[in-house]
């Protein structure tokens, strides 16, 4: 029981070492659903192409996180850097009350606690040109773009509406829509 | 952007490992997701899946994470053996084809207090409550985790998930496209052959189907005498995933199994010199089959459940059951808003079972069925600014044997820092009666002539009692947990309090005349006179210093103080704290050697069993994994390589011949295409 004693007392301290390895915390998230949106989203940016209007040489890509202050920071450290023809990336977090028009998005990213202004937010897409990727699974068949949403199978699915893509004049690559479910607006 | 994907999802998967278990991601590991291509996200699992589990892995409750990785890094050759990478549970090996496992406290074989489910079917055995180890097995490549919650979970599981509840889930069927072929043979395990096959049907369903077979050799027991459990078993199973969107899910899957086993066992004799021991043939065989349908709405989701599963298991000389149960769970998950989640669920379960006595064992009436209806509902909501979160809720059960049953249980955590979290948990779980509690005789023991017994042999005979009630528990639990990215620690403690505890009482002795021999019948009828209370407290830490090498440790402690009440005349049930270890202590490492060499080490040590006369013993276990090509996987893997023979358990009840675990070897080879 004695070398078990000793055995344990080694033990304890070399974890104690390990504990004093690091401390630098940026942001903290509860599961890996919010790294992996992270990549699909920065996957979107890059296989959806706005009018020429909407996307000015060297302005940054304004991408608005509604609702999710943990997303947005995981969102905001994995596009950090990361450029798409030469435009950088911006996330804004957005206040339930924020209005959406003054946001500047191209990118609108609704959490499944906003699922209440989906209206809203298809006229402002429609109006503003902007891709809203949003976690409602209902959210594409009713006129948003893009519902971003955990499978059963524990994996990360999503479904594009064309008809609302087209109608926010937005063009999207084949190589995305061959991966998407593509579904349209319910009549 | 692909090139790089496939070391990326190693670290994502390991980053998200971590994260279930405590909560927090650092950020300083916060993997490259953008590098990973669509079609890789697309195959990545979220590392929780439905909201239940999600808030058990963040929340107020001592839970543990066995994954795929860690099954395969570890070698080992059956769920127990992967069993043992959990903190907290206590696995015991009696003989080749049976296991005591159990978490804080009451180790037997037929540990009661431990609920046990694979993909949602209860594999926990109302015929003596526990569970059959043998019979339960799978393609260990197929399964995604095991998920190992320490202490009550009775308001989402219900009654019997009172000291644990082990969860084994298999990956979705899109997991496990292609082919997949498994070979493993060595000292002990003479071979085991596997194979698997995963296709599409249409875009949105996938399906595999698989097949298993292993041999074990018999061992020897403690005298170096053949103790006649070697055993096989052969299955074959399939899973179906579909759905037309996020929105719709289902799955359908099940399985076919037989087994035969053998034993020495040791039962009672009317004649000198009272017990024979002898060589005893086992045999089981069933099948399951279950569905699932999963639908989402704007703020809820809801899923609803339904099995069969057939189970007969014709243990010679004891008793041939013959086990059906049908199942029916719906759950509905409804976001009230976003700091406030509520679950409610309805079940209902029918069993029926149909035993042929055997020589020591008879249940009375020999068919029976039993219903059990539940229901429950549970709140978790968070405060300060989400940093406090609170979660009640409760079950209410009515089954055929007790009536109806309450548990309730309230927790909280509070995250102190980004890094840190305290919780603490107060619960109410109930064990309810086994069949074998209501209905048996058993012939436990025959004591010799003497003048007191007026030379006649007096049989010794555990009765079951329909008047048995259900054991009770309160628990009071605590825990902690600190990630630091590179290292971090989960700690727990707990007190339970436990009342109406199976005791066996005698009553007074009658004179049986019918038989061929004269005998008198001493019986001990089961009651409810024990009570008590256990502390104790687990201790998990994990150091990743670089990608390449993890190394963790656990240290388990626990202390039981359960005794008979003042009313009770129980002579005959052991002291339940001989047959717990006081102290379990593990040491993990795992080092990768370049991408195709993985290297394994486990060292484990268990504290006696006072009450058995088990000595203390460590294990030291190895495994070497190589990936010559890809697609092809070899390994050899060794246990117990200091060749410290023991012992691990002695039953307590049903005494068959426990057998000393010896140093094992064995090679794997595993093909996929």
Not at chain 2, 542 to 552: G, H, N, R, V, Y
């Amino acid at each position: 029981m004695k070398a078990f004693a000793l055995r344990l007392a080694v033990f304890a301290l070399m974890m104690a070492a390990a504990v004093d390895v690091r401390a630098q915390n940026l942001g903290s998230t509860e599961s890996s659903e919010h790294l992996i949106k992270a990549g699909y989203v920065y996957n979107f940016a890059k296989l959806v192409e706005w009018p020429a209007w909407a996307t000015p040489k060297g302005q940054p890509i304004v991408i608005g996180v509604l609702g999710n202050d943990d997303f947005a920071a995981v969102l905001s450290h994995a596009v950090d850097g990361k450029k798409v023809d030469d435009r950088v990336f911006v996330v804004k977090r957005l206040k339930s009350r924020d209005p959406l028009k003054d946001c500047g998005c191209r990118i609108l990213f609704v959490a499944a606690s906003e699922s209440a202004r989906t209206d809203e937010i298809i006229q402002f897409q429609n109006a503003s040109s902007v891709l809203t990727i949003a976690e409602a699974p209902d959210f594409a068949k009713r006129g948003g773009i893009i519902a971003l949403t955990l499978g059963e199978d524990s994996k990360i699915r999503f479904a594009i509406n064309v008809d609302a893509a087209a109608q926010a004049s937005l063009t999207i690559s084949s190589r995305l829509l061959t991966l998407a479910t593509i579904v349209h607006t319910a009549r | 952007m692909t090139l790089f994907a496939k070391p990326l999802k190693r670290a994502l998967s390991a980053a998200l490992a971590g994260s279930l278990l405590c909560g927090t991601v650092w950020a300083q590991d916060f993997p490259d997701v953008t590098a990973i291509s669509l079609e890789d996200l697309m195959n990545l699992k979220v590392t929780s899946v439905s909201k239940r589990e999600q808030k058990l892995g963040v929340a107020a409750a001592a839970i543990f994470v066995i994954t795929q990785d860690d099954i395969r890094r570890s070698g080992a050759r059956n769920i127990p053996e992967a069993l043992r990478l959990a903190p907290g549970l206590e696995v015991a090996r009696i003989d080749e084809n049976k296991w005591a496992i159990a978490a804080r406290g009451f180790n037997g074989r037929f540990t009661n207090k431990l609920l046990v489910l694979i993909d949602g079917r209860s594999v926990y055995t109302p015929l003596f409550s526990g569970v059959y180890w043998n019979v339960q097995d799978l393609l260990l490549e197929d399964v995604d985790r095991i998920e190992v919650i320490r202490g009550p979970g009775a308001t989402l599981w219900g009654a019997n998930a009172v000291n644990g509840v082990i969860n084994i889930i298999t990956k979705d069927a899109s997991a496990t496209q292609g082919g997949l072929v498994s070979a493993q043979a060595g000292t002990g395990l003479l071979g085991s052959g596997g194979a698997r096959y995963g296709g599409k049907i249409g875009s949105s369903t996938s399906y595999r189907v698989y097949s298993k077979y292993f041999k074990w050799d018999s061992a020897t027991d403690d005298a170096g005498r053949d103790a006649y459990d070697g055993w096989n078993t052969g299955r074959v199973g399939f899973r179906v995933d579909g759905g037309m969107s996020a929105v719709d899910t289902y799955t359908v899957q099940g399985d076919i199994y037989n087994g035969d086993y053998g034993e020495t066992l040791t039962g009672p004799t009317l004649e000198a010199p009272y017990t024979t021991t002898f060589r005893n043939d086992g045999q089981f065989t069933g099948g399951n089959v279950l569905g699932r349908w999963s639908h989402g709405f704007d703020h809820s989701r809801t899923s609803l459940q339904v099995y069969f599963d057939r189970a007969n298991s014709a243990a010679t000389s004891l008793l041939d059951d013959h086990l059906n149960i049908y199942d029916v769970d719906f759950q509905h998950d409804i976001n009230l808003s976003p700091s406030n989640n509520l679950i409610w669920g309805a079940g209902f379960r029918s069993t029926h079972d149909d035993a042929i006595a055997g020589t020591y064992v008879q249940l009375n009436p020999d068919q029976r069925t039993w219903n059990l209806f539940s229901a429950f509902t549970q709140d978790e909501f968070t405060l300060l600014k989400q940093r406090l979160r609170v979660t009640l809720g409760s079950k209410i059960e009515r089954n055929d044997f007790t009536g109806f049953e309450a548990e309730p249980n309230g927790r909280v955590l509070l995250n102190i820092s980004p890094t840190q979290s305290v919780w603490g948990a107060v619960s109410r779980a109930v064990r309810t009666p086994a069949r074998t509690e209501q209905d048996m005789t058993l012939s436990a023991a025959v004591l010799a002539p003497s003048a007191e017994t007026l030379g006649l042999p007096v049989s010794v005979r555990v009765l079951g009692d329909r008047d048995f009630k259900s054991e009770d528990m309160l628990a009071y639990e605590t825990g902690y947990r600190v990630n630091l990215g590179r290292a971090s620690v989960d700690a727990a403690a707990f007190y339970n309090r436990y009342s109406n505890l199976l005791s066996a009482e005698p009553t007074a002795p009658t004179l049986d005349l019918s038989g061929p021999m004269v005998q008198l019948v001493a019986p001990l009828v089961a009651d409810n006179k024990m009570s008590g209370a256990t502390y104790g407290s687990e201790l998990f830490a994990e150091w990743k210093p670089i990608t390449a090498f993890k190394l963790s440790g656990a240290y388990t402690y626990l202390r039981m103080n359960i005794d008979r009440d003042a009313d009770s005349l129980d002579v005959s049930t052991p002291d339940p704290a001989g047959v717990s270890p006081k102290h379990q202590f593990s040491v993990r490492s795992a080092i990768d050697f370049g991408k195709n060499v993985q290297q394994d080490f486990t060292w484990r040590y268990v504290d006696s069993l006072t009450g058995l006369a088990v000595p203390s013993y460590y294990s030291l276990d190895a495994r070497l994994g190589w990936t010559p090509v890809s697609h092809l996987n070899l390994s050899i893997a060794g246990q117990n390589l200091t060749n410290n023979e023991h012992i691990e358990f002695r039953p307590d009840f049903i005494t068959t011949t426990p057998t000393v675990v010896k140093r094992t070897y064995q090679v794997m080879a595993r093909w996929t295409f």
